[in-house]
């Protein structure tokens, strides 16, 4: 019995032995994990403190590289206007300093060839009109609004008081945009104000224009007919194929423009050119009641980089560009009264805008362009001035 009982103390001895050896271990595997928990949370504190900051550099750079963005676009705005207005001034010196003659001449010698020229001129220049005036400078610009596409022409009859606008938007189509009055065209929401004309045929191009309550525009295709519309009757009065063969794109940065129908102080003009003379722009005087070709010009003027041209009292003047868009410029000048000459007439430069004007209107009554560029209707005032006195 004695001996039952030591060897149930032994056992139970032995087995609380055991049992404080597993506390023991148990406490400290449950230590060791605090340790870690707490080592994790100073980490993640640590952690938070540094993205924090990090955070806060990052806003002051953010500013930081603001504030310089707007300086360089300040700078870089009053660069253009430096520029734009160095440019001016170029082209003012350059109008107002002529080049001296290179060569010494008889003065008598001279009196009598220029009172020859003067003559010629005379005798030819009366028989087509006695419009005196070309182009001087352009006074001022007025960007209207931008509606459609990149190409079109927009204009205004010249010989109507009642102010109506006609848009051709894009380079083909066959429905006519009429706008009452320039302000209903600048206020209305895209066409929303426009009186929608229905045309019989097709437009190709961009070389409209409207002139004594017709509109004369070519009709899209290969056989370059005139069309004349009396937008009153809203028919067609008269059609004409253009007689020229072979014919081109006229302007080198306008290729879907092969007739480019202008009205001045004389009446309808027809600028274009053919594969004959494929180098230079021709011109063609037309009857606007016939369309019938009067006579029919080889002008000087390239095709190359040219973007569209316009005639004032005879002459025609051909605004040239580059493929990348810059500054638009009248570098080449036509009178079919040989009254005016590159040399006479001055360098004018278009103010910089979006891209290549794919149409220039003039007209004659308010001495104003109708422009197209990229989608955009801006007018050009002009200043005129009397050509050579005879």
Not at 34 to 51: G, Q
Not at 203 to 225: I, L, P, R, S
Not at 294 to 306: F, I, K, L, Y
Request: net charge negative.
């Amino acid at each position: 019995m004695a001996l039952r009982a030591l060897c149930l103390l032994a056992a139970l001895t032995l087995a609380c032995a055991q049992h404080q050896t597993l506390m023991e271990y148990i406490e400290r595997r449950i230590l060791s994990i605090e340790d870690r928990i707490s080592a994790w949370h100073d980490n993640t504190n640590r952690y938070a403190v540094e993205l924090r900051e990090f955070k806060q550099q990052i806003v002051a750079l953010m500013e930081t590289l603001e504030k310089e963005r707007q300086g360089l676009r300040s700078e870089l705005d009053n660069t253009n206007t430096r520029v734009e207005r160095m440019e001016r001034e170029l082209d003012f010196l350059e109008t107002q300093n002529h080049a001296p003659p290179c060569v010494e001449v008889d003065d008598k010698l001279v009196e009598q060839q220029v009172r020859k020229v003067k003559e010629k001129n005379k005798a030819k220049y009366e028989r087509l009109t006695d419009c005196r005036d070309m182009i001087s400078s352009i006074k001022s610009m007025k960007i209207l609004k931008r509606l459609g596409g990149a190409t079109g022409m927009w204009a205004k009859d010249p010989v109507a008081q009642s102010g109506e606008i006609y848009v051709f938007n894009n380079s083909s189509g066959d429905t006519l945009h009429h706008f009452k009055t320039v302000r209903d065209f600048a206020a209305s929401a895209g066409t929303s104000r426009a009186k929608k004309i229905k045309l019989p045929f097709p437009w190709g191009g961009t070389g409209h224009t409207v002139y004594d309550g017709h509109v004369y525009y070519v009709k899209e295709g290969q056989d370059f007919q005139v069309i004349k519309y009396d937008l009153k009757n809203e028919t067609v009065v008269d059609s004409v194929v253009f007689p020229a063969e072979e014919q081109v794109p006229v302007y080198g940065l306008s290729p879907e423009t092969f007739i480019d129908l202008a009205v001045d102080e004389e009446g309808l003009w027809a600028i274009y050119a053919t594969k004959e003379n494929e180098k230079n722009i021709c011109l063609a005087k037309m009857d606007p009641k016939t369309l019938a070709i009067e006579e029919m010009w080889d002008t000087p003027c390239p095709r190359e980089n040219a973007e569209a041209a316009f005639v004032i009292c005879g002459t025609v003047y051909v605004v040239y560009n580059t493929k990348l868009p810059s500054r638009s410029r009248v570098q080449c000048v036509f009178d079919v009264s040989d009254m005016v000459t590159n040399d006479d007439a001055p360098l004018v430069y278009f103010p910089r805008r979006y891209s290549s004007h794919a149409s220039l209107k003039y007209n004659p009554r308010e001495r104003q362009i109708y422009a197209w560029d990229d989608g955009y209707q801006i007018l050009y005032k002009l200043v005129l001035k009397k050509k050579l006195e005879v």
